[in-house]
């Protein structure tokens, strides 16, 4: 209950409407309260209504009025409503004629910008048309000089062809020539230790184009060869024979190592065969001299360029002594082992060069296979 709400105390007599009352709510009492006067007031209107004429006849002018007042403004409804129509007529037409002048304005320039658009869309046209037209000629022009130049690089490789193949052709008559003659020289051992010796000449310019070769073998007690290149002289004695290089070879090697002062060491070749209890790049030492014995040395050339770098490293560190037996061993046991690596090393580049061969063939079979498609003889 608010506590500013002010209370009124009455009394009722005693009847059942009043106990009736008595037992509603307060809310119930408020409202029944409420209608109660409602009700009262109406009732007394409703008497007036019946008692009172002049009332009745008050009314009915106010209800004539009323409608003369309704009939007057439905009236000024309907007029409105004419000038409404009219009013929206006259907007209509006069939207249209804005949206007609509108139309008209805008087509006539878009009609104008479509003219251009049109005109440079058919000069763009003949431009691409002509770019077209130069980019087949171009086209043409560069085809026809390629193929010019493809003709002209085969004619030169076709005549490559022909002059290598004449070369070569050349070349096997003069093998065929010095097979035909090495097969007249295996019956005299002298003269296929002179086909050796030159076989052995021959490579060594080849391998080493900056040293001096010089042939010694018409010279007792100078090997076949000596080879220099600056301070480095070496010693070659070359054996051509069928069978193992037998010791008194090997004793006049020696020889010849200790009686040449001018000699810093000493190669020992079998051309064909191995040496007489010699391991192939058997190291030894003479008179404080290296020597190295190569066998079979026409299967493995290599090995001389191998024997030649032994040489040139152990002359060229001076902490090296030869004459100490330990520092011997070492090498001597290092030696073959270089060699392994040596031959692993070329056996992987005999590898590598067989892939490389084969991606080459692949590839021109592939090139070829496109000039077929292009129509061009390959």
Same mark, same amino acid.
């Given at each position: 209950?608010?506590?500013?709400?002010?209370?009124?105390?009455?009394?009722?007599? /005693?009847?059942?409407?009043?106990?009736?009352?008595?037992?509603?709510?307060?809310?119930?009492?408020?409202?029944?309260?409420?209608?109660?006067?409602?009700?009262?007031?109406?009732?007394?209107?409703?008497?007036?209504?019946?008692?009172?004429?002049?009332?009745?006849?008050?009314?009915?002018?106010? *209800?004539?009025?009323?409608?003369?007042?309704?009939?007057?403004?439905?009236?000024?409804?309907?007029?409105?409503?004419?000038?409404?129509? *009219?009013?929206?007529?006259?907007?209509?037409?006069?939207?249209?004629?804005?949206?007609?002048?509108?139309?008209?304005?805008?087509?006539?320039?878009?009609?104008?910008?479509?003219?251009?658009?049109?005109?440079?869309?058919?000069?763009?046209?003949?431009?691409?048309?002509?770019?077209?037209?130069?980019?087949?000629?171009?086209?043409?022009?560069?085809?026809?000089?390629?193929?010019?130049?493809?003709?002209?690089?085969?004619?030169?490789?076709?005549?490559?062809?022909?002059?290598?193949?004449?070369?070569?052709?050349?070349?096997?008559?003069?093998?065929?020539?010095?097979?035909?003659?090495?097969?007249?020289?295996?019956?005299?051992?002298?003269?296929?230790?002179?086909?050796?010796?030159?076989?052995?000449?021959?490579?060594?310019?080849?391998?080493?184009?900056?040293?001096?070769?010089?042939?010694?073998?018409?010279?007792?007690?100078?090997?076949?060869?000596?080879? *220099?290149?600056?301070?480095?002289?070496?010693?070659?004695?070359?054996?051509?024979?069928?069978?193992?290089?037998?010791?008194?070879?090997?004793?006049?090697?020696?020889?010849?190592?200790?009686?040449?002062?001018?000699?810093?060491?000493?190669?020992?070749?079998?051309?064909?065969?191995?040496?007489?209890?010699?391991?192939?790049?058997?190291?030894?030492?003479? %008179?404080?001299?290296?020597?190295?014995?190569?066998?079979?040395?026409?299967? %493995?050339?290599? /090995?001389?360029?191998?024997?030649?770098?032994?040489?040139?490293?152990?002359? %060229?560190?001076?902490?090296?002594?030869?004459?100490?037996?330990?520092?011997?061993?070492?090498?001597? /046991?290092?030696?073959?082992?270089?060699?392994?690596?040596? /031959?692993?090393?070329?056996?992987?580049?005999?590898?590598?060069?067989?892939?490389?061969?084969?991606?080459?063939?692949?590839?021109?079979?592939?090139?070829?296979?496109?000039?077929?498609?292009?129509?061009? %003889?390959?």
């Amino acid at each position: 209950m608010n506590t500013d709400e002010v209370l009124v105390d009455f009394s009722l007599p /005693n009847n059942p409407d009043t106990l009736n009352f008595i037992k509603l709510s307060r809310l119930d009492k408020l409202k029944a309260i409420a209608l109660g006067m409602r009700f009262l007031s109406l009732g007394i209107q409703q008497q007036q209504l019946w008692d009172n004429s002049q009332w009745e006849e008050r009314l009915e002018q106010v *209800k004539t009025q009323e409608q003369g007042k309704l009939i007057i403004l439905q009236e000024k409804i309907q007029l409105e409503k004419l000038k409404t129509q *009219k009013l929206i007529k006259t907007q209509q037409s006069e939207v249209d004629a804005i949206i007609e002048g509108v139309r008209n304005r805008t087509e006539s320039k878009f009609k104008g910008e479509i003219t251009t658009l049109n005109n440079n869309m058919e000069r763009m046209q003949n431009k691409i048309n002509l770019h077209q037209t130069e980019k087949a000629q171009l086209y043409k022009s560069l085809n026809d000089d390629f193929y010019c130049k493809f003709l002209s690089k085969e004619q030169l490789w076709e005549s490559k062809i022909e002059r290598i193949r004449n070369d070569y052709e050349k070349k096997l008559e003069k093998e065929r020539e010095i097979t035909t003659a090495c097969i007249l020289t295996t019956k005299h051992s002298t003269i296929k230790g002179q086909a050796g010796e030159e076989f052995t000449h021959h490579e060594l310019n080849r391998r080493f184009p900056t040293a001096e070769i010089e042939d010694t073998h018409k010279q007792t007690g100078r090997g076949d060869f000596i080879m *220099k290149e600056k301070d480095f002289s070496m010693l070659i004695e070359t054996k051509n024979y069928k069978k193992n290089v037998t010791k008194p070879e090997i004793d006049k090697f020696y020889r010849d190592m200790e009686t040449n002062n001018d000699i810093q060491c000493g190669l020992f070749l079998s051309l064909k065969s191995g040496i007489c209890s010699r391991e192939d790049l058997h190291l030894e030492v003479i %008179n404080g001299k290296p020597i190295i014995f190569i066998h079979n040395c026409l299967e %493995n050339m290599e /090995n001389i360029d191998f024997a030649v770098r032994i040489f040139k490293l152990i002359l %060229n560190t001076d902490s090296i002594d030869l004459s100490n037996k330990e520092v011997y061993e070492k090498i001597k /046991n290092t030696i073959p082992m270089v060699k392994r690596y040596w /031959n692993r090393i070329r056996s992987k580049i005999q590898k590598f060069e067989k892939d490389m061969t084969q991606c080459v063939i692949e590839q021109e079979i592939m090139i070829r296979d496109i000039f077929k498609l292009l129509g061009f %003889n390959y």
